[in-house]
T-cell receptor
Framework: DTAVSQTPKYLVTQMGNDKSIKCEQN?????MYWYKQDSKKFLKIMFS???????INETVPNRFSPKSPDKAHLNLHINSLELGDSAVYFC????????????FGNGTRLTVT | AQSVSQHNHHVILSEAASLELGCNYS??????LFWYVQYPGQHLQLLLK??????LVKGIKGFEAEFIKSKFSFNLRKPSVQWSDTAEYFC????????????FGTGTSLTVIP
């Protein structure tokens, strides 16, 4: 009964490839997020998305694109992978209310060779 | 610029020592504050949260945090740490002027020596 699940857990790929990471939440939350955690453990917001709006961190390259088939899913697609994309990517969700914290998935460790 | 600052990057303590990790934020308006813990190789888990009311909030595993509005701070404390508290600790802010977004500090790595 995992609340926020993401797949795969590990992803190893070569530069230039296109890959996707899937995320699903069964909490009934209306907002989902993608975060990138680098090797120094710094967490950077990439996207937040609900039914109504997509908020993109302007520093995220346009090679990264979120895709949401429905409110329970927010997948992350990455084109033309680069070495610097290697990181752990966390999906999270929350309810669009002040009192709702973030619930995180287990993370996807992406390694670009 | 708006930010969340955690000034302690690495903290090493012996078991039973007391812990205080600093967190300061620079967002205006009403803020909601959180501390998350990330055990080695795991995802982030919520330790505690502050929304309103009593500025001293208690969380899981004996942790507590105090919101001091005048200092824009939300420091995390634990009177006696255990080896199992070894982890990365993140402070986060969600404010009335940050939309739906949560902003995280850079994290503090805590190592507890048995």
């Amino acid at each position: 009964d995992t609340a926020v699940s993401q797949t795969p857990k590990y992803l190893v790929t070569q530069m230039g490839n296109d890959k996707s990471i899937k995320c699903e939440q069964n909490l009934g939350h209306d907002t989902m997020y993608w975060y990138k955690q680098d090797s120094k453990k710094f967490l950077k917001i990439m996207f937040s998305y609900n039914n109504k709006e997509l908020i993109i961190n302007e520093t995220v390259p346009n090679r990264f694109s979120p895709k949401s088939p429905d409110k329970a899913h927010l997948n992350l697609h990455i084109n033309s992978l680069e070495l610097g994309d290697s990181a752990v990517y966390f999906c999270a969700s929350s309810q669009n209310r002040k009192i709702s914290p973030l619930h995180f998935g287990n993370g996807t460790r992406l390694t670009v060779t | 610029a708006q930010s969340v600052s955690q000034h302690n990057h690495h903290v090493i303590l012996s078991e039973a020592a007391s812990l205080e990790l600093g967190c300061n934020y620079s967002y205006g308006g009403t803020v909601n504050l959180f501390w998350y813990v990330q055990y080695p190789g795991q995802h982030l888990q919520l330790l505690l949260k502050y929304f309103s009311g009593d500025p001293l909030v208690k969380g899981i595993k004996g942790f507590e945090a105090e919101f001091i509005k005048s200092k824009f701070s939300f420091n995390l404390r634990k009177p006696s740490v255990q080896w199992s508290d070894t982890a990365e600790y993140f402070c986060a802010v969600k404010g009335s002027n940050t939309g739906n977004q949560f902003y995280f500090g850079t994290g503090t790595s805590l190592t507890v020596i048995p």
